[in-house]
């Protein structure tokens, strides 16, 4: 008896061991002084998901400019919360916004389109949802998170995103563009990532997660509205 109860005990002292840390951990750094609206873009105007108290801990992704810090909380959700010093403790400058060369902006762009492919049958789709930690993200909410990733910062949602960068041409296509369509109408309501060779891959609801897709034939060739460069 007295050997099982110090096996039993040896064991319990292993276990913690065995328990695998998450992938990719988020170190939320930065803390909340004073309540403040947790919105889904950088303005007064766009939708607030909710407040965040006091002393809730926050992984700031960047500093967007002067007004806004671009955060991640801690189920996963990324938006943008008030820069003013009032509200947390953050100590970090504004991001760059810069462009890189050619060079590295090609290497970016296979970055991104590898971490794109390699969430093939892991990724679901469901709209106006950015779940990082399950995998659940709409069109463009994939599409930020695979940029993020790679440490360019984009918004979420198609209507501003439509606006980045600059407009390039369906013949000029580089790997990294991002391509939108037009999917219920007149308005663009669909984006996607050029991979090159005339294909695409979005996240869609037609295969309920990731999909390779040819922009110049079958249906998404008649859906196409246009294209914009971010890298």
Request: proline letters at 3%.
């Amino acid at each position: 008896m007295k050997k099982i109860i110090t096996a039993l005990l040896a064991m319990l002292l292993v276990l913690p061991a065995a328990i695998p840390l998450p992938a990719q951990a988020i170190n939320y750094e930065t803390s909340v002084k004073r309540g403040v609206n947790f919105r889904a873009q950088p303005s007064t105007s766009a939708y607030v998901y909710r407040m965040i108290p006091r002393g809730e801990a926050i992984h700031v992704v960047e500093k967007t400019n002067s007004y806004w810090l671009k955060i991640i909380v801690k189920d996963g959700t990324m938006g943008y919360i008030s820069a003013q010093s009032q509200y947390t403790n953050y100590s970090g400058g504004s991001s760059s916004g810069g462009s890189s060369g050619s060079g590295s902006t090609s290497s970016k762009a296979d970055s991104i389109i590898s971490l794109a492919k390699s969430l093939t049958s892991k990724v679901t789709y469901k709209y106006g949802t950015r779940n990082p930690s399950r995998y659940i993200f709409d069109c463009s909410s994939f599409v930020e998170y695979v940029f993020e990733k790679n440490g360019v910062s984009l918004p979420w949602g198609t209507k501003t995103l439509q606006n980045k960068g600059k407009a390039v041409s369906k013949s000029n296509l580089k790997k990294g563009d991002l391509v939108f369509f037009s999917t219920s109408g007149s308005s663009i309501d669909h984006v996607g990532i050029y991979i090159g060779n005339g294909q695409f891959i979005h996240n869609t609801p037609s295969k309920n997660g990731i999909s390779i897709n040819n922009l110049n034939s079958g249906y998404w060739s008649k859906e196409y509205e246009r294209a914009r460069r971010v890298l």
